[in-house]
């Protein structure tokens, strides 16, 4: 794609062709398929820039090249055929790549309140394997991070919003705290919540943004898969190397899956967001609900970073159309016990009970028994991931058919109980009570049923 590079697309746009040209040979404006493993070479090591699948793939470039430049990378496409993108067979995939990176004993930084997976795979895997020294740390307050550091760590890891508490961590702060105490340690933003049309951080100093493009990147629960971008050149040919030696990459049907879903990305993104802020106010005065938590409400406690942060320049002062900056994930504290939470859980209908989110479909889940079983029962109770909270993953259906369907599983939970004015108690940020991070943890904690051992692994 060409265009006048003084003036710079709006997101909107930009979904639809950044990084894609028409087929050279045919011309044809969507990217095909192309599932050959291997090419014709003229003469020994002469080739056109293809040798093998693995090393490169024309329908993987395009979806490359496609989120890199969503993400803000400004590497050029004659330096980098993907311009600073890397695609995988999973989110996990792509962090292994990350982790690769690093050697033998190196110090990592984490964010305490992160996907059961990545936890998982640092404490489990990386720690045994590679010898990783891991330590997790509440980023939101940048003094505990900065203790944390030390001029021998290597990776910072950070989410935001985290999962599932949705806090977030002030990209620019911990960015430049870390280069500060280490110019040369990597710093990685899983992106996955927020999507580059709400956050890229890139533009905060990060060197690389992560996503796991199952969620709204594909946004159509049909292709898994993860992707890294990089703005730094020399970064972006040490993960090429490491992505092809290590070998999980995506592969061409996946690749053409996420690149038809990224089309519409804005498109749905605004319905996502527009749809979970009216969501999380209506929770926000149900009797049902102890606690909700949403970027978007006035009630958490960084509603002002989310302002801030969640709406990204994309140049010319240009931002994504609708209002959902804030994303389409909300957790809430369900009124009670386990048993609450499960009748709810079990009487929705329109939200479905499954793991994962971004879809068009509307899903829900339990985190202390689904998502993040994995995570040590001391750290979930620690993160206030308790029995009762609950996240969803709002999707495009209408919005008053959801509400509706929350309010079948409230009168199944607390026989009957329905929407009435909510309590300062419930809604923080009033004079007498002004927001604080402790009150994203509701005010027990239960215990979780033991975790089946599958979900345990």
């Not at 398929?33 to 002469?46: D, H, K, N, W």
């Not at 960084?302 to 804030?326: D, I, T, V």
């Not at 202390?368 to 969803?392: C, E, K, N, Q």
């Not at 209408?398 to 199944?412: N, Q, S, T, Y």
Request: proline share 7%.
């Amino acid at each position: 794609m060409s265009h006048d590079a003084s003036r710079p697309l709006h997101p909107d746009t930009q979904v639809i062709h950044a990084g894609q040209h028409p087929e050279p040979v045919t011309g044809a404006v969507m990217p095909p398929i192309f599932t050959s493993s291997t090419y014709a070479q003229r003469s020994p090591g002469e080739h056109t820039g293809f040798e093998y699948s693995r090393s490169h793939n024309p329908t993987r470039y395009a979806l490359e090249r496609m989120v890199a430049k969503l993400e803000g990378s400004t590497i050029d496409e004659k330096d980098d055929p993907s311009c600073g993108g890397f695609a995988f067979a999973s989110g996990l995939a792509a962090m292994d790549c990350v982790c690769q990176l690093l050697s033998a004993g190196d110090h990592v930084v984490c964010m305490d309140d992160v996907y059961g997976g990545s936890n998982r795979q640092l404490q489990r895997v990386k720690a045994r394997s590679q010898g990783l020294n891991n330590t997790f740390v509440d980023m939101t307050d940048p003094a505990r991070f900065a203790a944390a550091m030390t001029p021998k760590t290597a990776l910072v890891w950070v989410e935001t919003p985290t999962n599932p508490t949705l806090k977030l961590i002030d990209l620019a702060a911990i960015a430049k705290i870390a280069k500060a105490k280490n110019a040369n340690c990597l710093l990685a933003c899983d992106n996955t919540f927020a999507t580059p049309l709400n956050q890229r951080p890139l533009d905060h100093g990060f060197d690389i943004a992560h996503h796991s493009g199952t969620k709204y990147l594909s946004g159509h629960s049909d292709a898994v898969n993860g992707l890294l971008v990089t703005g730094d050149l020399e970064l972006a040919r040490k993960i090429r190397f490491h992505q092809n030696a290590i070998g999980a990459v995506l592969g061409p049907f996946d690749s053409y899956l996420v690149l038809r879903g990224i089309k519409t990305l804005a498109l749905r993104m605004a319905r996502h967001g527009e749809s979970a802020l009216k969501i999380a106010q209506w929770l926000e005065q149900h009797q049902g609900v102890e606690r909700v938590v949403y970027p978007g409400l006035p009630s958490h406690p960084q509603h002002a970073l989310a302002k801030k942060q969640m709406a990204p320049s994309y140049g010319a002062g240009l931002r994504p159309a609708g209002p959902g900056n804030f994303g389409g994930m909300i957790t809430f504290y369900i009124e009670g016990g386990l048993d609450e939470a499960r009748r709810f859980l079990e009487s929705v209908q329109l939200f479905t009970l499954a793991e994962s989110l971004g879809g068009v479909e509307s899903l829900i889940e339990h985190p202390a028994i689904m998502t993040h079983a994995s995570v040590p029962p001391d750290m979930r109770r620690d993160l206030g991931i308790s029995d009762t909270l609950i996240r969803l993953s709002v999707g495009i259906e209408h919005v008053d058919d959801l509400i509706a369907d929350l309010e079948r599983g409230f009168k199944a939970a607390h026989g009957g109980m329905t929407t009435a004015s909510a309590s300062p108690a419930r809604v923080r940020g009033n004079a007498a009570n002004p927001p604080s991070l402790s009150n994203i943890r509701p005010a027990h904690q239960t215990s979780t049923p033991a975790i089946p051992p599958i979900l345990s692994l």
